[in-house]
Antibody, heavy 122, light 111 residues
Framework: QVQLVQSGAEVKKPGASVRVSCEAS????????MHWVRQAPGQGFEWMGR????????QYAQQFQGRVTMARDTSISIGYMELSSLTSDDTAVYYC???????????????WGQGTLVMVSS | QSVLTQPPSVSGAPGQRVTIPCTGS?????????VHWYQQLPGIGPKLLIY???NRPSGVPDRFSGSKSGTSAFLAITGLQAEDEADYFC???????????FGGGTKLTVL
């Protein structure tokens, strides 16, 4: 079945960077966008951006531009999201999600990874 | 501040019908983009409930339905059950932002 498995929880100090990985299985990795979404404690979802696994092209949400980098390794069907210059406001659960429509950014997200808690604390 | 607006909470008694609105603008829902809905149970990642405004993935009961009118979309839940108590989020695409946008979420309480 289609599945996304993320890396484990991270604790980082302010100013540091964090990289979260997302391993895809059960579908052709290069045919669907991988999106990254975060959810701060008690808050809603915030879309961070997407990567086209086929081309490596990306679109980042404006509020993360300059701080986020999305990448992929098609040989092992893994996507990566790196966020730099962390502050306490970046404490959140970070999710990867597969776009439902083939290389179309307007579709739903299904499935989602299990989430990765990133805690930023001094 | 979420781009799509949802009420923070709604409630209903078992067996009743509730509707959760999701209001956007002319750059997202009003531009004709589909709306998708997710259910999130406490401590668990989101589950796709409605895709492409009106469609249910396999396994989602037909008690859940979606619709759209103008710049708003709606999630209706009929025959409320205790297991429906969860947070519900809407999502669409925004042409101005060139990306996906979410509602702030609505907590459903089954009385």
């Amino acid at each position: 079945q289609v599945q996304l498995v993320q890396s484990g929880a991270e604790v980082k100090k302010p100013g540091a960077s964090v990289r979260v990985s997302c391993e895809a299985s059960g579908y052709k990795f290069t045919d669907y966008y991988m999106h990254w979404v975060r959810q701060a404690p008690g808050q809603g979802f915030e879309w961070m951006g997407r990567i086209n696994p086929k081309s490596g092209g990306f679109q980042y949400a404006q509020q993360f531009q300059g701080r986020v980098t999305m990448a992929r390794d098609t040989s092992i069907s893994i996507g990566y999201m790196e966020l730099s210059s962390l502050t306490s406001d970046d404490t959140a659960v970070y999710y990867c999600a597969k776009g439902a429509r083939e290389l179309d950014p307007r579709g739903s997200f299904d499935p989602w990874g299990q989430g990765t808690l990133v805690m930023v604390s001094s | 501040q979420s781009v799509l607006t949802q009420p923070p909470s709604v409630s209903g008694a078992p067996g009743q019908r509730v509707t959760i609105p999701c209001t956007g603008s002319s750059s997202n829902i009003g531009a004709g983009y589909d709306v998708h809905w997710y259910q999130q149970l406490p401590g668990i990642g989101p589950k796709l409930l409605i895709y492409d405004t009106t469609n249910r993935p396999s396994g989602v009961p037909d008690r859940f339905s979606g619709s759209k009118s103008g710049t708003s979309a709606f999630l209706a839940i009929t025959g409320l059950q205790a297991e429906d108590e969860a947070d519900y989020f809407c999502q669409s695409y925004d042409i101005t932002l060139s990306g996906s946008v979410f509602g702030g979420g609505t907590k459903l309480t089954v009385l």
